[in-house]
Nanobody
């Protein structure tokens, strides 16, 4: 069983950067996918980015391509989401999630473990 704890959220201004962390504990296997999703008030949960924990292959949602970067440190069991050029529409609760495989990581239904979420607010 995998446990996830996010950190790093906060309030920033448009154009600023922020880095979220997701600490992974428990039994971790090679074919593990880690994803980031976000949910703004009144909106559906949206895929942000994902990474194959084993080989580091990355995937991004269209709205964040070129601005966000997902990475991981296997030894530290940590996944990061570096968010640059933040916009007001990036305001949401960001969730880290773990998938038992590496297929369809853009789909929330592929994940069976979720963190508690961390709030990101982009406001001037």
């Amino acid at each position: 069983q995998v446990q996830l704890v996010e950190s790093g959220g906060g309030v920033v201004q448009p154009g600023d950067s922020l880095r979220l962390s997701c600490a992974v504990s428990g039994r971790v296997f090679g074919r593990l996918g880690l994803g980031w999703f976000r949910q703004a008030p009144g909106k559906e949960r949206e895929f942000v980015a994902a990474i194959s924990f084993g080989d580091g292959t990355t995937y991004y949602g269209e709205s964040v391509k070129g601005r966000f970067k997902v990475s991981r440190d296997i030894a530290a069991r940590t996944v990061w989401l570096q968010m640059n050029s933040l916009r007001s529409e990036d305001t949401a609760v960001y969730y880290c999630a773990a998938s038992p495989g590496i297929l369809d990581l853009w789909m929330s239904s592929s994940y069976d473990t979720w963190g508690q979420g961390t709030q990101v607010t982009v406001s001037s």
